[in-house]
């Protein structure tokens, strides 16, 4: 098996599939990953059509993956290459270059493709399948021409042209037709799936009320204004929005909360478990901060690992003018391209602590993290992040209040 990545996403380490969990279970219990397979029968046109279609996709922002299977074999490096050597000594083979990387490794005795699906899908906006007609994964299928049709019945006992999907083809989407035209159809299919597809992909919430709040004095999220505290106002507002809100940090929690909330394991969930996440949204769950990152990226980690499938509405604690609206529009910048949606303020400055992370914003925190950086707004600069300008009516839900003085000026405006 070989895996070719390009570094398109900048700079820094990588963050180790080791240690990203999940795998083939993984990529089963998630509904809502952006695959599609393009299935046909032989000399249907499908590497073709795929190679047309491919540098669209990237030229409007998307990192797309391709995944083919070869019943023949593959051939991918050179006889005494010192990459074959190592290969054919029993070991997976990992090769680095100035624009790509090239990884081979054994087969195991398991069905990998699911496995695979959920590796590429990690790093990239889609994944597209070649082949693969009797998987669940969602398809289009492609006619072969009529002349292919006519000749391949002739040759068969049965007789008469037929181009049928076979029985074990599931799940079929869209079936295009030979002939000009199937690439720009193709891609007219794939804008307006793929977005209905990133957006239905469950949306959690958490609020991260892990600061010291030493210039205030006391913990910001326990302060009251209008009958609640900015935790519960705070709380009450991502609800709608999203599965489940959890707490990131370990600030205290309100007194009418559950005694000291439910910890949550710092492995990830399978969403298919109803016992895991649970129907009660009431109960307040607390994710313990990854412990191989420091500052608002540990609580950020800890998210995306525990679901790692999920995108993520974080806010922070100290946002007591938050509104209904601001989230709104927030969740409405949410479309392929975007791993991050980091919106900036009046100042040219960037507000990570209320906005939105796909899972593949994993990939890129780990990076900073690998860089010693624990602060998220250095995202910027990564091409998926989108950092789009907070509407003039809207900025109050961006503003914090850090001292004992702001505090009564927002006392003085109620």
């Known amino acids: 098996m070989v895996r070719r990545i390009r570094r398109s996403i900048g700079p820094g380490a990588r963050e180790s599939h080791a240690n990203q969990g999940g795998g083939a279970s993984e990529m089963k219990s998630d509904a809502h990953a952006c695959v599609l397979a393009v299935c046909g029968w032989k000399n249907s046109g499908k590497t073709t059509l795929l190679t047309e279609v491919i540098p669209a996709l990237v030229r409007r922002g998307l990192r797309v993956a391709a995944l083919k299977h070869d019943a023949h074999g593959l051939s991918v490096d050179h006889p005494g290459k010192d990459s074959d050597r190592l290969y054919r000594a029993g070991a997976t083979v990992s090769a680095q270059g100035p624009n790509e990387v090239f990884i081979r490794r054994h087969r195991f005795d398991i069905d990998e493709l699911l496995d695979l699906v959920a590796l590429l899908a990690r790093d990239h906006d889609l994944v597209l399948v070649e082949g693969h007609k009797g998987t669940p994964l969602p398809k289009i299928w492609l006619d072969r021409p009529p002349d292919t049709i006519a000749s391949t019945a002739a040759s068969t006992a049965k007789g008469g042209p037929s181009d049928e999907l076979p029985p074990e083809t599931t799940n079929v989407l869209a079936r295009l037709p030979w002939g000009d035209g199937r690439a720009a159809r193709l891609l007219e299919f794939i804008e307006s799936w793929l977005p209905a597809r990133w957006r239905s992909r469950e949306l959690y919430g958490a609020i991260l009320i892990g600061g010291r709040s030493r210039r205030m004095g006391r913990p910001k999220h326990l302060i009251e204004t209008g009958g609640a505290t900015w935790f519960e106002r705070i709380r009450s507002l991502l609800s709608p929005h999203v599965r489940r809100v959890v707490v990131l940090g370990a600030g205290e929690l309100p007194a009418t909360s559950p005694p000291g909330g439910e910890t949550a394991p710092s492995t990830p969930i399978d969403q298919d478990a109803d016992g895991v996440l649970g129907a009660d949204c009431g109960s ?61 303020g009046e100042s040219g400055r960037v507000e990570p602590l209320l906005a939105v992370y796909e899972p593949q914003a994993r990939t890129l925190l780990a990076a900073l993290r690998h860089e010693g950086i624990d602060a998220p707004r250095r995202l910027v600069g990564y091409a998926q992040v989108f950092t789009p300008e907070i509407p003039g009516e809207l900025l109050a839900s961006w503003c914090d209040r850090d001292t004992p003085a702001e505090l009564d000026e927002l006392r003085g405006q109620s």
């Open 284 to 344: 307040l769950l607390r994710l313990p901060d990854a412990p191989d990152a420091s500052g608002p990226i540990a609580g950020l980690l800890a998210a995306l690992r525990w679901a790692p499938h999920g995108a993520w509405l974080v806010c922070a604690c100290d946002l007591p003018q938050l509104s209904a609206p601001a989230i709104e529009w927030l969740c409405a910048q949410r479309r392929p391209g975007r791993w991050a949606v980091l919106p900036r």
